[in-house]
C-alpha cells in the first residue's frame, strides 16, 4: 500500500527552469523526509522537516511540510543538470519509514 | 559515503536458487532496514530489526527472510527465487527505529534472476 503519492511521476525541464514536486498523503507524519537518488546508487538523505509549516532552505531547493503535517513539497529554483535524479520523499509514522511512488527528474542542458 | 556497507553489489543467479545479501550498518547504528526497488514498484519495504530482534514487517514475501546478528550486521536471504525478484535490495540503517530519525541507505545490492 502506498500512503505517499508524489506528482508529478515524471518531469523533463529545460536547464534554469524552475519545478515543484508534490508528496500527498491521507496520513500525518511526524517527520518528513527527502531523498535523491541516482541510477545504480542508494538514495541520499537531502532534508528532513519535523515541524507543520515548516521551511528549510538547501541552497537552490525550498522544501515545505504541509501546516497538517500530511504533505510535502520540494521546488528547486533554476534546476541544473546536476539535479537530474529519482526524489523520494519518506514519512515516518512509529518506527516505519513509507516511501513515495518518487519522481523522476531529467534537466536538459 | 553513507556508512552503510552491501555486499554483493550485483549478482545474477537462476530462478530456484537461493541467495544471501549482507549489510552492515553505519557503526552506532541499533536499527537496520531492507528495501525492495523495482521498477514498476518503486522502492518497497520488506523489514526492520533493531538490536538484533524484528521491529517491523512490511512487504515480505514468505520465500524471503532476514536476520540481525549481535554484531548487528544483517543478512536477506532470498530463496526458491523468481524472474521477479529481479530488483535493487537496499539496506538502510539508523541509530534508533523512532520517527524523525535519519536512515542512511546503502549503495544496493542488484540481483538478476534468469
Known amino acids: 500500500t502506498q500512503l505517499l503519492e508524489q506528482s508529478p511521476q515524471f518531469l523533463s525541464i529545460q536547464e534554469g527552469e524552475n519545478l515543484t514536486v508534490y508528496c500527498n498523503s491521507s496520513s500525518v507524519f511526524s517527520s518528513l523526509q527527502w531523498y535523491r537518488q541516482e541510477p545504480g546508487e542508494g538514495p541520499v538523505l537531502l532534508v528532513t522537516v519535523v515541524t507543520g509549516g515548516e521551511v528549510k532552505k538547501l541552497k537552490r531547493l525550498t522544501f515545505q511540510f504541509g501546516d497538517a503535517r500530511k504533505d510535502s513539497s520540494l521546488h528547486i529554483t533554476a534546476a541544473q543538470p546536476g539535479d537530474t535524479g529519482l526524489y523520494l520523499c519518506a514519512g515516518a509514522g512509529g518506527n516505519q519509514f513509507y516511501f513515495g511512488t518518487g519522481t523522476s527528474l531529467t534537466v536538459i542542458p | 559515503d553513507s556508512g552503510v556497507t552491501q555486499t554483493p553489489k550485483h549478482l545474477i543467479t537462476a530462478t530456484g536458487q537461493r541467495v544471501t545479501l549482507r549489510c552492515s550498518p553505519r557503526?552506532?547504528?541499533?536499527?537496520v532496514y531492507w528495501y525492495q526497488q523495482s521498477l514498476d514498484q518503486g522502492l518497497q519495504f520488506l523489514i526492520q530489526?533493531?538490536?538484533?530482534?524484528?521491529?517491523a514487517k512490511g512487504n515480505i514475501l514468505e520465500r524471503f527472510s532476514a536476520q540481525q546478528f549481535p554484531d548487528l550486521h544483517s543478512e536477506l536471504n532470498l530463496s526458491s527465487l523468481e524472474l521477479g525478484d529481479s530488483a535493487l535490495y537496499f539496506c538502510?540503517?539508523?541509530?534508533?527505529?523512532?520517527?524523525?530519525?535519519?536512515?542512511?541507505f546503502g549503495e544496493g545490492s542488484w540481483l538478476t534472476v534468469v
Open positions: 557503526s552506532g547504528d541499533l536499527s
Open positions: 538502510a540503517s539508523s541509530a534508533v527505529p523512532d520517527s524523525g530519525n535519519t536512515i542512511y
Open positions: 530489526y533493531y538490536n538484533g530482534e524484528e521491529r
